[in-house]
């Protein structure tokens, strides 16, 4: 019986954890310590490059067989990046502008093994109902928005402000499964093979 191949999630992000779970997937673990890239980049190409950066680092102190999955997520409006919100104000500001109007969520994944790492990109539009002041204010109140970014959790209390989608789900919550599998053979760590 051929030992289980062990996936190493390079994320500290407990929904990208929770949807590799629900696939029946157990990884293992290891936050990348890098700086984001914050440059003047288009939005998919910047999340890739993160994806990439933040796989390639945890590859780095990883023996070469191990299988690192990778992904940085951001929202982008008018082409205008919209990470994680600084402080209170800055996740109502973000709010403000997604309200009564259609964003994309992008999400960059990357896989790292054997010495290389392959990397795509999903994209998700996401349309907003008009939103009042009060509701983003007692949103923002709960703290929910302040480690997400366009500072809004589509699977907790902004399901509310969310009229419609198109694209995957789980690429909003910050990881698609489906391009998952398309880069890599995910069977090879489900539990119970």
Do not use: W
Request: proline share 4%.
């Amino acid at each position: 019986m051929s030992k289980q191949k062990q996936l190493i999630l390079a994320s500290a992000s407990p929904r990208r954890l929770d949807l590799l779970r629900a696939a029946g997937i157990e990884p293992k673990v290891l936050v990348a310590d890098v700086e984001e890239l914050t440059a003047d980049l288009p939005p998919d190409e910047l999340v890739v490059a993160n994806a990439r950066l933040k796989a390639a680092a945890v590859a780095a102190i990883c023996d070469e067989q191990a299988v690192i999955v990778a992904a940085d997520t951001v929202v982008a409006l008018d082409e205008h990046i919209f990470g994680k919100p600084q402080d209170k104000a800055a996740a109502e500001r973000m709010l403000a502008e997604l309200s009564g109007r259609t964003h994309s969520v992008l999400t960059g994944v990357a896989v790292a093994q054997g010495g290389e790492i392959t990397a795509a990109v999903d994209e998700t539009k996401v349309t907003f109902r008009a939103v009042t002041a009060a509701e983003i204010a007692a949103y923002v109140a709960t703290k929910e928005p302040m480690d997400k970014a366009g500072a809004y959790a589509i699977q907790g209390g902004a399901a509310a402000f969310v009229q419609g989608y198109e694209g995957a789900y789980d690429n909003i919550v910050g990881l698609p499964m489906g391009l998952l599998a398309e880069l890599l053979p995910l069977t090879d760590f489900k539990n119970g093979n």
